[in-house]
């Protein structure tokens, strides 16, 4: 069974930090590229950032410099390190991998920043 479980979300003061986790089981998961999106209250959801199964990392412009993601293979959990968090970043947060052949989302995680 394939699954994907975030978790590390929480409410967070702004400036604060938070480190989001995605632990997958159930498909090979050093195959896949691994994203990360989120969803703010009442908007679309939306792509963060990436990880290429090459190691190369792209990030959405506003979350450049603050957010990191990364990958360790042998726990086949994909992680999303936020720093200098701010009240816009408030959003149920979903991880998402994808290969040529198959693609699975997340249940998601909610980040709150508010003081």
């Known amino acids: 069974q394939v699954l994907l479980l975030e978790s590390g979300g929480g409410l967070v003061r702004p400036g604060g930090s938070l480190r989001l986790s995605c632990a997958a089981s159930g498909f090979t998961f050093h195959m896949f590229n691994t994203y990360w999106y989120r969803q703010p209250p009442g908007k679309a959801r939306e792509w963060v950032a990436q990880l290429r199964a090459s190691g190369n990392a792209d990030y959405v412009d506003f979350v450049k410099g603050r957010f990191t993601i990364s990958t360790d293979n042998t726990k086949k959990t994909v992680y999303l390190q936020m720093n200098s968090l701010k009240p816009g970043d408030t959003a149920m947060y979903y991880c998402?991998?994808?290969?040529?052949?198959?693609?699975?989302w997340g249940r998601g995680t909610q980040v709150t920043v508010s003081s």
């Open positions: 998402y991998v994808r290969n040529s052949f198959n693609s699975y």
